[in-house]
T-cell receptor
Framework: AQTVTQSQPEMSVQEAETVTLSCTYDTSESDYYLFWYKQPPSRQMILVIRQEAYKQQNATENRFSVNFQKAAKSFSLKISDSQLGDAAMYFCAYRSGETSGSRLTFGEGTQLTVNP | DVKVTQSSRYLVKRTGEKVFLECVQDMDHENMFWYRQDPGLGLRLIYFSYDVKMKEKGDIPEGYSVSREKKERFSLILESASTNQTSMYLC????????????FGPGTRLTVL
């Protein structure tokens, strides 16, 4: 079974600075997808960024980018020019590309605080 | 925009009560999911459904059941609520034409006294 681990329960960053959230996963599959989701306080979970395992190029979405290291099974999220609105719980998630269905396996989450 | 709604934002129930949590989507998606979210544990899959009247157990189905009589509605049922089922419950659907991402409802915070 696949597992996803986020080893940083809490992180903090100064506004306008850069922060990196860590995620590692364990799988024997070669085809899969990885996601970062954001859950702001009392608000809905939304997708931040996705990465297909077959793509070597790291995904980017505006101020959000990932460092995908397939051999190391690492998938970190970098937030540049942090804003107060980035404060949230962030979850890393894995989806198999080989088995049927579309279930996600989530990490424990990292609570990000942005200090003004 | 994909819309996923959940019947209650906050719910307080007593031990032993039968509890229904409802999730409704408006986009005719087949795949629907129920997760529970607990601090330090992330999201854990309880049940999911591929289509009407179809269901599959997730990682923690004990103490729960589900019902999907119509495509747009997926209900999570706690047959006899217990205090260890106090949690945040999140419903999600799979986007049909997206890269397998899921869209989430706002969540129901359930407290069992």
């Amino acid at each position: 079974a696949q597992t996803v681990t986020q080893s940083q329960p809490e992180m903090s960053v100064q506004e306008a600075e850069t922060v990196t959230l860590s995620c590692t996963y364990d799988t024997s599959e070669s085809d899969y997808y990885l996601f970062w989701y954001k859950q702001p306080p009392s608000r809905q979970m939304i997708l931040v960024i996705r990465q297909e395992a077959y793509k070597q190029q790291n995904a980017t979405e505006n101020r959000f980018s990932v460092n995908f290291q397939k051999a190391a099974k690492s998938f970190s999220l970098k937030i540049s020019d942090s804003q107060l609105g980035d404060a949230a719980m962030y979850f890393c998630a894995y989806r198999s590309g080989e088995t049927s269905g579309s279930r996600l396996t989530f990490g424990e989450g990292t609570q990000l605080t942005v200090n003004p | 925009d994909v819309k996923v709604t959940q019947s209650s934002r906050y719910l307080v129930k007593r031990t032993g009560e039968k509890v229904f949590l409802e999730c409704v989507q408006d986009m005719d998606h087949e795949n629907m999911f129920w997760y529970r979210q607990d601090p330090g544990l992330g999201l854990r899959l309880i049940y999911f459904s591929y289509d009407v009247k179809m269901k599959e157990k997730g990682d923690i189905p004990e103490g729960y059941s589900v019902s999907r009589e119509k495509k747009e509605r997926f209900s999570l049922i706690l047959e006899s609520a217990s205090t260890n089922q106090t949690s945040m419950y999140l419903c999600a659907i799979r986007g049909r034409f997206s890269y397998n991402e899921q869209f989430f409802g706002p969540g129901t915070r359930l407290t069992v006294l």
